[in-house]
Every structure is written in structure tokens, then in C-alpha cells.
């Protein structure tokens, strides 16, 4: 579906690819990323033209850094493209925003931006690697996820999708970071991770349902239903009740007892 862009100003775009990607809508991602990184583009072409006063009276008119704005548009384009299983074009995006040092008149901000973006485009790197099954690069993930406590639950993510994808055992990686992933829970819950959070419980159980690990993977699901219902995520509901429905004939008596108690909850 095409949207309809013209004349949405750069920080609208950045809060419009924040929605689109809490809902999935990674085909939506790719236009707006597009359209946001045209604009930046253009405001920072016609900077260059300007002497340093006029270029001051501008920078105002955005809220961030202007690198800021060329990398978060590649960054969530790259996401796009990796979620649609476009990996070559997805790096071509990690490249564009591995190396922003090329831009003019940095100051502090625009210099700790470029660095920013340096370390994401790292570790986008190694989770495009775990993307197509090259687990050796698992061990440099695992050693940036423990240094940037902010990555660990898309991390993990990123990791349980690989495994799910090429068989992977990863019951080590669930243990180092599942106590961590749960203390936080209640900020996850309230915080703009709420996507992330019920996603991880509902990929950890589809994790332990391809290990044949049935009960596990239903415990984890009522659990993802319990937060989509409390939260009103609908993605997460209906992905979690899918699966559920998958596995029904391999629930405890107890666990149906619970799912049927949720059900009931959403019709009263």
C-alpha cells in the first residue's frame, strides 16, 4: 500500500517508523524510511549552501542531531528488509550507516551519534550473520549484548529467530539472560518494549515446542496471552492464541482450565 508522505516533517517520519514498527509493518517501514532519509537529505544539501547563521537557524527546525535522523532511517530500513528476508539490501543500509563521520560541522552530539550508529551497525552485522544460520558469530552477539544492557531482550530475540530458523540449540543463551529478561519485566512492560517483551515470551515458546519441550512452550504462551490481554496488545494475542491452538492437544488439563479462563476474560 502506498502512503501518502509529502509535506511530513523529519521528526513525524521518525515517530511514524516507531508505530509502524511496533505493529510489523515492515513494508510501511521501507516507504517512510525512504521518504525521512530524502529530507534529511535535502535539509542537510541545502545547509551546505548556507553560511554558518542561516545553517544555525535551521538545525533548530529539528530536534535531534542531523545524523541522527540519516541513521535512524537506514537503521529501521535495514531492520525492514532483514525482517522481509531482503539481506542483501539490508546491507547495503548497515553500510550507509556504519560510517557517518562523512558529514559536516559535527559537534558533540553528531560526533557521539556517529558512534552510536557505528556499535548498531556491529551488531546488525552479526544478526544478519545469525540471520542465515553462521552461529560463529555468536559469540561476539553474546559479548556485545552482555555490554549493552538496552539489547539484551531484542537480542535474544534476534538469537531465539535464528535458532527457530536452523535448529539451533541456544538453552545456554536463554539461561545467562532469562533471570535478567524477567527481573526487568514490569519496565518492559510499561516502557516502549511491551512489543519486544510478549514477542520473547511467545518465540521462547515456540523455541521449546520445536525442542519437544510441550509444557514449557505452553507455560510460556499463557504467560504472553496473560500480558496481551492486560496490555491490549493485539499482535501478540493473536500470534500467542495461534499457537496455542497448534499444541492444544498436548496442554494439561490445567493449562487449557487457564487458557479458557483468559478467553472468557476478553468476552466479559
Excluded at 540449540?169 to 532469562?178: A, K, W
Aim: aromatic share 12%; charged share 30%.
Amino acid at each position: 500500500m502506498y502512503l501518502d508522505l509529502d509535506g511530513i516533517n523529519a521528526d513525524s517520519l521518525v515517530q511514524m517508523l516507531k508505530a509502524s514498527f511496533t505493529l510489523d509493518n515492515w513494508e510501511g517501514m521501507l516507504q517512510i524510511a525512504d521518504r525521512l532519509y530524502s529530507e534529511i537529505n535535502h535539509l542537510y544539501n541545502q545547509e551546505q549552501q548556507e553560511d554558518q547563521e542561516r545553517q544555525a537557524e535551521r538545525k533548530v527546525g529539528l530536534k535531534r542531531s542531523i545524523v541522527y535522523y540519516f541513521g535512524y532511517s537506514m537503521c529501521l530500513k535495514g531492520i525492514a528488509l532483514e525482517r522481509l528476508g531482503r539481506l542483501d539490501e539490508a546491507r547495503e543500509c548497515i553500510a550507509k550507516y556504519e560510517d557517518l563521520g562523512w558529514i559536516n560541522g559535527l559537534d558533540t552530539e553528531g560526533r557521539a551519534e556517529v558512534e552510536y550508529y557505528r556499535e548498531i551497525a556491529r551488531a546488525n552485522w552479526y544478526i544478519i550473520e545469525l540471520h542465515v544460520g553462521n552461529t560463529a558469530v555468536l559469540p561476539d552477539y553474546l559479548a556485545y549484548l552482555r555490554s549493552d544492557r538496552e539489547e539484551v531482550l531484542p537480542g535474544v530475540l534476534y538469537i531465539l529467530d535464528s535458532a527457530i530458523r536452523h535448529g539451533t540449540n541456544i538453552d545456554y543463551v536463554l539461561d545467562e539472560f532469562s533471570e535478567q529478561i524477567r527481573a526487568m519485566g514490569e519496565y518492559y512492560e510499561t516502557h516502549r518494549n511491551i512489543r519486544y517483551y510478549i514477542d520473547y515470551m511467545y518465540m521462547t515458546a515456540r523455541y521449546y515446542a520445536l525442542q519437544g519441550r510441550t509444557s514449557e512452550a505452553v507455560h510460556k504462551l499463557l504467560h504472553a496471552l496473560e500480558t496481551s490481554v492486560k496490555l491490549k496488545d493485539d499482535t501478540g494475542f493473536r500470534k500467542s492464541v495461534a499457537l496455542f491452538e497448534k499444541l492444544r492437544n498436548q496442554t494439561t488439563s490445567d493449562q487449557l482450565d487457564k487458557y479458557l479462563r483468559l478467553m472468557n476474560q476478553i468476552l466479559d
